[in-house]
Every structure is written in C-alpha cells, then in structure tokens.
C-alpha cells in the first residue's frame, strides 16, 4: 500500500523544550510493508515515509502503536496519524481522498496485527526522484517535438497550452485532467470540438484561438461548462454561427469571437449577465439581435462588420391573420409562465419558444410577427466602445419585433414624434 501526499511528522516533545516545528509539509510517498527488526529478529510492519531530501525514508512501527487517528477532513485528502513512539504525528494532506482512506483503513489493520493476506502490503525500498517530485500544475508546448507521444499529461495540471503542434483533434488524454483550470489550444488545426470536454469539470479558461474549428456544438453548451467558463476564446476560426444554447454558458465574463464569418450572434445572448468583454470584430454581421440590450459590458468591440443602414420604415412582415393556433398557444405558454420541456412538448416545439421574441409592447410573439431594425448607440451597453467604422461612429442596427400591426404603428408614431422634436 503507498501513498503520495504532502507529509510533516510532528515531534510532540518539541513544546516541551520551548521549540515548534516547521508547520510545512514535504511531498512524500509513504508505504506499508514488512521489514525486518534487526533487533529481535522478527518481521513487523511498518510505516515508511521517503521524501525528496530522505530517499531511503524514515520507517515507524505500527503494530500496536498507533494512539489515534485524526480523519474530521479526510474528504479533503487530509488526516493525521499518531505514534506512541516515537511520540510523533503523522499529518497528510493533499491527498486523493479515496486513495487516502483505503491507507488508512491499511494502517489501521496493521495497528491492530492483522497478518492475513487482504493487508495490503509493499516493499519497503527507496523512491526515485521523480515519485516525490510537487505536482505539476503548469505544462506549456509549443512544438511538435515537445509533445509528449508515449508519456501522459501529469495528473495534476491546472493550467495548459498546447500550441503550434498541429491538432486535427482535441487528444483524448487532455480529457481525464479534472484539475483543469486554463486549456489553451491556439494555433492548432482543430475542426471539432468533442462533448466530453464539458466533463471537465474545473474549467474557467478555453483558449481556441487561430484553428480551423466550423463549429461551436450544442452540447459543450448544456455541459458542466455552464457552471465553471468564464473566458472563452474563438477567433481566427470559421464559425458562421453559435448555436441558441450558446447562451447557457451564463458565467462567461470574457468572449472573443474576431474574424469568423458570424452572420449573426445568439439570439437571446443578453442573457449573459455576467459578460463584461465582447469582442465580435471583422464578421460578418448586418445587425445585431434585439437581447443585446440587455447586455452591461465593460469594453466592447465590434468593428469591421458591414452594418446595414437602418431604417424603421424597412420591415419583414410574417404576420397570420388570424393567429394559428401553435401560434396563440405559444404565446399563451409564455404569457402564464408555463412550464415546458422535452417531457411535456415535442423538441421542435420547445426550440421555437426558447427562440420566441418579444415585442415593444413586452408580449412575446414566435413565428408571427414584423421585423426591422433601429440604430442604437452602443454605449448604452457598453462603458468603452471601439469604433464601428473609420468613420468614429459607436451605432449598430439592432433587431426589433413587434406583435401586431397595432404595436408597429405606435413604434413609428412614436419615431415620427421624436425626429420632429
């Protein structure tokens, strides 16, 4: 049985001469195993703990000399065990919690004298150096030489890039680092993205900058990512579309999407509350959709897109006369604030309600409606505008929806009123 941890004996006699200990631990393996007492001439049982400065490791008898164990934060990964004698304590910690109470629950049986062959025992020799290095948390690869083909990634990272190798696909061993904090994937060749990147359940930064990637998929969305992304990373790729869901990722805080070919963003992408940095510049966007104003950024970029000229009198009409049924239903649905779900409707019904507009007058209306677009200056969301075009304007058209034919009249009414003024 071994066990790499972080390791302090503690001396308990040190108080008693008006001394303390370190207070730091030392990265350790420790293992359980026989060794032979060269004074009695008897096979024991013992603790062996090897650090980096103590190759050939310190070993404590545990047959009948164990006084307690400290397990409160075992879930955790630490504990303490104390000796009787010497009059020492054990304290771990950076542990894998689950590796951690199985060599408990061993040293314990050797306490005890449990000799039957379910001890699980290992030989007591010296570690490599290597076996009591500190976890790496940090890996950075630049090259194709530098990329490890028969060696893994280490367990323990939290933050790495993979650059400039040239990835057809994300590799499957960058998927089982659950440490993962920051994975930047720049300069790749990346054309897909897998679903089980979203079971990376620590992730806060994705960094895909300069790949070759066509699509960002629906169910990275509906992952663990919801709860953990905060930075994300698109541009230089191909992206001519983000899915509606994208929007569930509600803790991004910074996203990049430059030079795509986005002919349009997410459609209620104002509900990314907590987004303070956009930056969509040189796509392809004619108009941006009616959600982003409810967005409240801190700096704001969407320069190089061929913003059309609005214009209030230019509109779309899909209006039924009268409304269909789907149609009054629908908005019934939302209006009362029913409940809905792939359990209860038909998927294609619950997507046109997740995609259902709201008019001026704040009813909700889906496949039937009048469309056009309004200038709006873009620092009513935003406290730093970078300039639309060369010529220093901060306007962008904006898409609005109107219910009825009664809604869009009082809309014009009201826009004839104010350019009178």
């Given at each position: 049985?071994?066990?790499q941890?972080?390791?302090?004996?503690v001396?308990?006699?040190?108080?008693?001469?008006?001394?303390?200990?370190?207070?730091?631990g030392?990265?350790a393996?420790?293992?359980?195993?026989?060794h032979?007492?060269?004074?009695?001439?008897?096979?024991?049982?013992?603790?062996?703990?090897?650090?980096?400065?103590?190759k050939?490791?310190?070993?404590?008898?545990l047959?009948?000399?164990?006084?307690?164990?400290f397990?409160?934060?075992?879930?955790?990964?630490?504990?303490?065990?104390?000796?009787?004698?010497?009059?020492?304590?054990?304290?771990l910690s950076?542990?894998?919690?689950?590796?951690?109470?199985?060599?408990?629950?061993?040293a314990?049986l050797?306490?005890?004298g449990?000799?039957?062959?379910t001890?699980?025992?290992?030989?007591?020799?010296?570690?490599?150096a290597?076996?009591?290095?500190?976890?790496k948390?940090?890996?950075?690869i630049?090259?194709?030489k530098?990329?490890?083909?028969?060696?893994?990634?280490p367990y323990?990272?939290?933050?790495?890039?993979?650059s400039y190798c040239?990835l057809?696909?994300v590799?499957?061993?960058?998927?089982?680092?659950k440490?993962?904090?920051?994975?930047?994937?720049?300069?790749?060749?990346?054309?897909?993205?897998?679903?089980?990147?979203?079971?990376?359940?620590?992730?806060a930064?994705?960094?895909?900058?300069?790949?070759?990637?066509?699509?960002?998929g629906?169910?990275l969305c509906?992952?663990?990512?919801?709860?953990?992304?905060?930075?994300?990373d698109l541009?230089?790729?191909?992206?001519q579309?983000?899915?509606?869901?994208?929007?569930?990722l509600?803790?991004?805080v910074n996203?990049?999407?430059?030079y795509?070919?986005?002919?349009?963003?997410?459609?209620?992408v104002g509900?990314?509350?907590?987004l303070?940095?956009?930056?969509?510049?040189?796509n392809?966007l004619?108009?941006l959709p009616a959600?982003?104003?409810?967005?409240?950024?801190?700096?704001?970029?969407?320069?190089?897109?061929p913003?059309?000229?609005?214009?209030?009198?230019d509109?779309?009409?899909r209006?039924?006369?009268?409304?269909?049924?789907?149609?009054?239903?629908?908005?019934?649905?939302?209006?009362l604030?029913?409940?809905?779900?792939?359990?209860?409707?038909?998927?294609?019904?619950?997507?046109?309600?997740?995609?259902?507009?709201?008019?001026?007058?704040?009813?909700?209306?889906?496949?039937?409606?009048?469309?056009?677009a309004?200038g709006?200056?873009?620092h009513?969301?935003s406290?730093t505008?970078v300039?639309?075009?060369?010529?220093?304007?901060?306007?962008?058209?904006v898409?609005r929806?109107?219910?009825?034919?009664?809604?869009?009249?009082?809309?014009?009414?009201?826009?004839?009123?104010?350019?009178?003024?």
């Open positions: 049985m071994k066990l941890c972080d390791v302090e004996v001396n308990r006699m040190l108080p008693t001469y008006g001394m303390k200990g370190r207070g730091k030392a990265r393996v420790l293992s359980i195993g026989r032979l007492d060269k004074t009695s001439q008897r096979t024991c049982i013992y603790l062996m703990i090897c650090t980096a400065k103590d050939v490791g310190s070993k404590y008898k047959k009948e000399n164990i006084e307690k164990f397990t409160w934060f075992v879930e955790e990964g630490k504990a303490t065990v104390r000796l009787k004698e010497p009059a020492v304590d054990v304290c950076k542990a894998d919690a689950n590796s951690l109470k199985n060599f408990l629950s061993a314990r050797a306490h005890r449990s000799e039957n062959d001890l699980p025992l290992s030989t007591l020799t010296p570690v490599r290597r076996d009591v290095e500190k976890p948390k940090k890996l950075t630049v090259s194709k530098e990329y490890p083909l028969t060696s893994g990634f323990s990272l939290e933050n790495l890039q993979v040239k057809a696909r590799d499957v061993r960058m998927l089982s680092l440490c993962l904090r920051r994975l930047d994937l720049s300069n790749n060749h990346l054309k897909k993205l897998p679903a089980a990147l979203g079971e990376l359940g620590c992730l930064e994705l960094v895909l900058h300069n790949n070759h990637l066509e699509a960002f629906a169910a509906l992952s663990g990512l919801q709860r953990t992304l905060q930075s994300l541009s230089q790729n191909r992206l579309a983000l899915p509606a869901q994208f929007c569930q509600r803790e991004l996203l990049k999407l430059d795509n070919r986005l002919a349009r963003l997410p459609f209620h509900r990314l509350a907590k303070r940095f956009l930056s969509a510049a040189h392809r004619p108009f959600d982003f104003r409810r967005l409240s950024l801190e700096n704001l970029d969407l320069f190089g897109n913003f059309e000229q609005p214009n209030p009198l509109h779309t009409i209006l039924s006369f009268p409304l269909t049924l789907q149609e009054m239903a629908s908005r019934s649905v939302i209006n604030r029913i409940p809905y779900g792939p359990r209860l409707l038909p998927a294609h019904l619950c997507q046109d309600l997740e995609l259902a507009k709201t008019c001026d007058c704040g009813r909700p209306c889906l496949s039937s409606y009048i469309q056009t309004v709006m200056n873009l009513q969301v406290h505008v300039l639309v075009d060369d010529m220093g304007g901060t306007e962008a058209p898409q929806h109107f219910c009825s034919l009664t809604c869009y009249s009082q809309f014009l009414d009201r826009s004839l009123q104010r350019s009178l003024r």
